[in-house]
């Protein structure tokens, strides 16, 4: 593989601030390609120009993405944590039992 073209210098901008995800839809917007086409492209450069270089000092800045804090939790994945109207629920099924018990006498 040879040499990666230049890249403009916006998305060169982009690149050397961190930000990968701008400098691929910068890419993609400049040159017509694909996602894995400009994601492939940004990659080369960066290992040709060694912007991807993890040695000490030289460590990229990482665009990461936004997670919320996680709480400790016993629910499995997936499962919907339960209400707490279940005992309001049956006092409910209950008074309305008796209302059409009394009724129907």
């Known amino acids: 593989m040879g040499t990666p073209s230049p890249l403009p210098p916006d998305i060169a901008n982009a690149l050397r601030s961190g930000n990968l995800l701008e ?3 910068l890419l993609r917007k400049s040159k017509g390609v694909g ?3 400009a994601k492939q492209l940004i990659e080369a ?3 040709a120009t060694n912007l991807g270089s993890t ?3 030289h460590a ?3 665009a990461h ?3 919320m804090p996680r709480r400790p939790s016993s629910l499995s994945p ?3 944590p339960r209400s707490s109207a279940g005992p309001w629920a049956i006092i409910l099924m209950i008074a309305v039992a008796v209302v059409a018990f009394l009724w129907l006498q």
């Open 35 to 37: 996602l894995a086409e």
């Open 78 to 80: 997936g499962e919907v």
């Open 60 to 62: 990229p800045k990482v």
């Open 55 to 57: 040695a000490p000092g």
């Open 45 to 47: 450069h960066m290992r």
């Open 65 to 67: 993405k936004l997670e």
């Open 23 to 25: 400098a691929i839809k």
